[in-house]
């Protein structure tokens, strides 16, 4: 079984530019998540969605945000890039069935803003 | 408010020998706890969950951890390191959200 996908692996942006990240979770899963890392600030939850519906959101302001497809993958966009939004940012896939219950994480997506 | 706290931001031990990382956990709710690594430049890749039933949860890379409701704690611990151990770990519940600690730096010395 394929493990979560993210894509590109690593980004290089200027202040003020848009980003999209993409995500392609594991075959079945219907829920994926987006976290932002970095060293200030530690694993910061960005987002839940299930089904293609956001079912949480964290404390993040507007120019984040995201969205999943009919086919589960998701992705998040980022408007009006700051520096502070450097950061490796993870995706997980996320099942409640059975004895793989929990959180996958993919490779995330090294943004670099400049 | 769910949160997790990891009571070591860095852990210094020599090779061979035992380790604990400390977790402790808020929440009023049932949570289901888990334990995580990060090598650099990588993802997460999940060590062992708790998510009902024995309080002592065995992972894998000879790792476990045992869940204490009274202390609200979930401390990892494995009783012989090598040097491939060397990882930043964090410990994560989750109640409406997946929630992490700020993790804890194992350094293997040989």
């Known amino acids: 079984k394929a493990g979560v996908t993210q894509t590109p692996r690593y980004l290089i942006k200027t202040r003020g530019q848009q980003v999209t990240l993409s995500c392609s979770p594991i075959?079945?899963?219907?829920?994926v998540s987006w976290y932002q890392q970095t060293p200030g600030q530690g694993l910061q939850f960005l987002f839940e969605?299930?089904?293609?519906?956001?079912?949480n959101k964290g404390n993040f302001p507007g120019r984040f945000s995201g969205r999943q497809f009919s086919n589960s993958r998701s992705e998040m966009n980022v408007s009006t890039l700051e520096l502070g939004d450097s950061a490796l940012y993870l995706c997980?896939?996320?099942?409640?069935?059975?004895?793989?219950?929990?959180?996958?994480f993919g490779s995330g997506t090294r943004l670099t803003v400049v | 408010a769910q949160s997790v706290t990891q009571l070591d931001s860095q852990v210094p031990v020599f090779e061979e020998a035992p380790v604990e990382l400390r977790c402790n956990y808020s929440?009023?709710?049932?949570?289901?706890l888990f334990w995580y690594v990060q090598y650099p430049n990588q993802g997460l890749q999940l060590l062992l969950k708790y998510l009902s039933g024995s309080t002592l949860v065995k992972g894998i890379n000879g790792f476990e951890a045992e869940f204490n409701k009274s202390q609200t704690s979930f401390h990892l611990r494995k009783p012989s390191v090598h040097i491939s151990d060397t990882a930043e770990y964090f410990c994560a519940a989750r109640g409406n959200k997946l929630v992490f600690g700020a993790g804890t730096i194992l350094r293997v010395k040989s």
């Open positions: 969605y299930f089904s293609e519906t956001q079912r």
């Open positions: 929440s009023s709710v049932s949570v289901y």
């Open positions: 075959s079945g899963h219907r829920s």
């Open positions: 997980a896939s996320y099942t409640d069935r059975g004895p793989n219950y929990g959180y996958t």
